[in-house]
């Protein structure tokens, strides 16, 4: 077995890395994470587990945890910008309680995580700034900005979109901007909607808003997409002005003014696309979650595809008997399904985005029907993401 008297290294304390130390040493591995800020910690923002993910963090003993931190999600509905009920309507609880979905505040899902690494004997490391990541001989090297150098047996590279494992696979990739930026905002939710179970995804001309519950319901999570030339800086914690985000949905209905009203701090972020990473893998290091496949946030599945990643890749870990074998299975089991979901999520965007027109009007027209004439039909369209279970031997 692969694992036996392997020293393994994970570059990053976000979502993926936990989960994959975690899983790791679950399976007998000693794991080390290096992580470059001083302390764990994440600023206020909410994420949503579909059950894929779900089933990840339930085979690592953390379903009831994720349970007392989290909110039930029951249903998603599609609304016009201006007017009206739901244009679609999806039931998130049509494959009944084995597939639950959560809406989760990011902060508590990395304490979570962090605990349950700790608790399982992962070593983490913070302030350990990288400078370097040497893939080039068959023991991995990282170089610290302090000078100090790390051989490591494997290394993990699950450092997010500027990953510095992925550059020294695969070689510095250019994004390219999508003409999309984003705010991010948690406000207090009103009194009337603290039972509140629903994902809402607000439908304008180039923008839309998604927002749904955290916590106990006493927190609403805001995301809102507008289309424009004018690009921000990739990554998500650029403080903005929050009247810049009420001028640009100032169009959209009473409800959704009467939220971002109380928006107090906002950050935001220009969404930029990059290719799915065609190497993950080399000389006893692999990358996983956004180092190897950074997804556009319209299908809500990117902490949830680091968490199946990190699942995938410690279960090859110890089916196989080299690192090669076992990093050659990982992708080669992760790069269709992921790649799937990248598209998905890209397509989702467009349809958010429709303007004024006939085909705006038959497409709302559509799903309209759908959701009433078949709605069982309009859920079974997710069961490809929802109920693939990757804890579960085939």
Known sequence: MLLIGQKISVLGAGIGGLTVATALAHRGAQVTIYEQASEIKEVGAGIQISPNGFAVLRALGMGDALRNVARRGRRVELLDFRRGGPVFSLDLDVNGD??????????????????????????????????????????????????????????????????????????????????????????????????????????????????????????????????????????????????????????????????????????????FRHPVAPIWHKNNAAILGDAAHPTLPFLAQGAVMALEDAWVLADAMIAAETADQAFALYQNTRFSRVSRIIEAASQNARNYHLRPGPFRTLAHGALKLGSHIAPQMAAKKFDWIYTHDVTKKT
């Open 98 to 271: 084995g597939f639950p979905y959560y809406f989760v505040h990011r902060a508590d899902l990395i304490g979570l995580l962090e605990e349950a690494a700790r608790a399982a004997g992962v070593e983490v490391k913070l302030g350990q700034r990288i400078e370097a990541v040497d893939v080039s001989a068959v023991a991995p090297r990282l170089k610290l900005e302090d000078g100090t150098e790390i051989a490591c047996d494997i290394l993990l590279g699950a450092d997010g979109l500027h990953s510095k494992v992925r550059a020294a696979l695969n070689g510095e990739t250019p994004p390219r901007f999508t003409g999309q930026v984003a705010w991010r905002a948690i406000v207090p939710s009103a009194e009337n909607t603290r039972n509140e179970t629903t994902v809402k995804v607000y439908m304008g001309p180039g923008c839309h808003l998604v927002c749904y519950p955290l916590r106990d319901g006493s927190m609403t999570n805001i995301v809102a997409v507008q289309e424009r030339d004018l690009w921000a800086d990739e990554g998500w914690n650029h403080a903005d002005n929050p009247d810049n985000l009420r001028t640009a949905f100032a169009a959209f209905r009473p409800e959704v003014q009467a939220l971002l009203a109380k928006i107090k701090t906002t950050q935001l972020w220009g969404l």
